[in-house]
């Protein structure tokens, strides 16, 4: 049944994404530090992708037992059944994650964790285990109640136990119901369980209607509007966490979590387009058997799930991370910050206010090269020479860096949609490489700072990327979408 999720197969993406991130950020392997015991390095390897793998079929289990009992009208049999074997593959995957996650707490090889005193003394001692005791009596409950879902009521039952032990994560690690990490702690179980349902809702329905797409005209309003709620809680619960969490705007600049919460608001601003893409262009055209809508459905999906699959592996790194951060070395703000809030972030704001008329900001329009020399001029002068850090303090001096910056991108987003686009795209790469060289010379004649090659390295490869975006059709195009991606003979990608 697994194998009906193959649009979905895109989230998988966000491994190798999640590795990157770890191993440019220097958390791929365990520090070495004299005299205190470490994790095997396998246990340090293996837990973020367990960790990324639980969090799909968590996800996967909760949309298919909301689609199936509230969402498909008579509920879905099928998808409920899903729901059950995916949560027998979420149990498998909370069994390994337990078994290693003794391994990295008790520093004891893979084999030891598998003693099984050690693990029963876990399971009933200590708050971890209890966790994870929580999670698999949860678990074990879906598996055996999803198929027994006859009306609304006992779906709710199952909703509600599902998304309790979906959101049982929360309280591991730098959580805990005490004192100040309290709002931290409900703001990221809000947050882990509205990605569920957004993530596992879509994965659901598109399996749905691959094989019943005769639902899709009463199935797809119903869900979109259902994502839409499970979106906005997304973002907000998010906002929340970060901010109890990164309590100084320089820290957004200088920590690696700081740039990990704006990569996650980029990819919010994508799902968001594409969402809005699905709201306007395949639920206004449902018809009787649901074949043009469906194919439509399945082509924005699989973008969707490859963003989607990215997020994921940007919070599971975010988790290894840790949510205190700890800036770079005197100050210095992270490249791959800058490349997100110049080139990220006003990228997903152009691209979803499309509707630029051609009359308007017209001059900018027509001179991307010059937009792209200032705005390599303003990184360098910000981040590169300082001058506004030494005239208004640390403080003060992110917040005007990261208004003017987020101006210069924006006005560099809007040149880069006009006719000289690809002329303006490749200046503005030439300018990124000299902007990533200079602020990195720059960073290292103040005292007692080290520059990353890594992460320059990864800036550098960030900011080409996303510039590169503006020439793929017709993700990027600013009036309208062209279409192969609307054309009504596309094929399902299953």
């Not at 095997?40 to 969090?55: E, Q």
């Not at 298919?64 to 074997?85: F, K, N, Y």
């Not at 990295?104 to 893979?110: Q, S």
């Not at 973008?303 to 989607?308: A, D, K, Q, R, V």
Request: charged share 10%.
């Amino acid at each position: 049944m697994i194998n009906r999720f193959a649009t979905s197969r895109q989230l998988w993406w966000g491994i190798p994404l999640l590795l990157i991130v770890l191993w440019v950020a220097g958390s791929l392997l365990p520090a070495t530090e004299i005299g205190i015991p470490q994790a095997p390095v396998a246990t340090w390897l293996s837990l973020p992708i367990v960790r990324f793998a639980r969090d799909i079929a968590a996800s996967i289990t909760l949309g298919c037992v909301i689609v199936g009992g509230l969402v498909v009208p008579q509920r879905s049999m099928r998808a409920l059944r899903w729901a059950s074997v995916w949560a027998i593959l979420w149990l498998v995957i909370l069994i390994v994650q337990f078994i290693l996650t003794i391994s990295d707490v008790l520093a004891v090889p893979i084999v030891g964790a598998l003693d099984p005193t050690t693990m029963w003394s876990v399971l009933t001692q200590v708050d971890l285990g209890r966790v994870f005791m929580w999670q698999f009596i949860g678990v074990l409950v879906v598996v055996a109640l999803s198929q027994a879902v006859f009306s609304r009521v006992t779906a709710w039952v199952v909703v509600l136990i599902t998304t309790a032990a979906s959101l049982a994560p929360s309280f591991l690690g730098h959580g805990g119901l005490t004192g100040g990490h309290a709002i931290a702690t409900i703001s990221l179980g809000i947050h882990l369980v509205s990605v569920a349902v957004w993530l596992g809702g879509l994965a659901a329905v598109v399996a749905l209607l691959a094989i019943e797409p005769k639902r899709a005209q009463l199935t797809l309003p119903r869900f979109s509007a259902v994502a839409l709620a499970a979106a906005i809680v997304a973002a907000e619960s998010g906002l929340l966490n970060s901010s109890v969490r990164l309590t100084q705007p320089m820290l957004f600049l200088t920590t690696w979590y700081g740039a990990l919460v704006i990569a996650k608001v980029i990819f919010i601003g994508w799902l968001g387009y594409f969402g809005l893409q699905q709201r306007r262009r395949v639920i206004p055209n449902l018809d009787a058997d649901g074949a043009l809508s469906t194919a439509r459905l399945f082509r924005y999906a699989s973008t969707e799930f490859l963003i989607m699959g990215f997020a994921v592996g940007v919070a599971i790194s975010m988790s290894r991370i840790g949510p205190v951060a700890t800036p770079n070395a005197n100050g210095a703000t992270n490249l791959i910050t800058i490349s997100l809030l110049l080139l990220g972030v006003p990228q997903c704001a152009v691209l979803i206010t499309d509707r630029i008329a051609p009359t308007r900001f017209g001059t900018i329009r027509r001179y991307p090269e010059t937009m792209a020399v200032v705005a390599s001029v303003v990184c360098i002068e910000l981040f590169g020479l300082n001058l506004i850090e030494r005239l208004v303090g640390v403080q003060l001096a992110a917040l005007f860096n990261i208004g003017l910056v987020l101006l210069t991108g924006w006005l560099l987003a809007v040149s880069l949609t006009g006719e000289r686009q690809r002329s303006g795209v490749v200046t503005a790469m030439v300018m990124w490489v000299i902007t990533c060289g200079a602020v990195a010379y720059f960073q290292t004649t103040r005292p007692q700072n080290v520059v990353d090659t890594r992460a320059v390295a990864a800036a550098t490869v960030t900011g080409l990327v996303i510039l590169a975006l503006y020439l793929v059709k017709p993700l990027l195009a600013t009036k309208q979408l062209p279409s192969p991606l609307l054309e009504p003979s596309a094929s399902p990608t299953q």
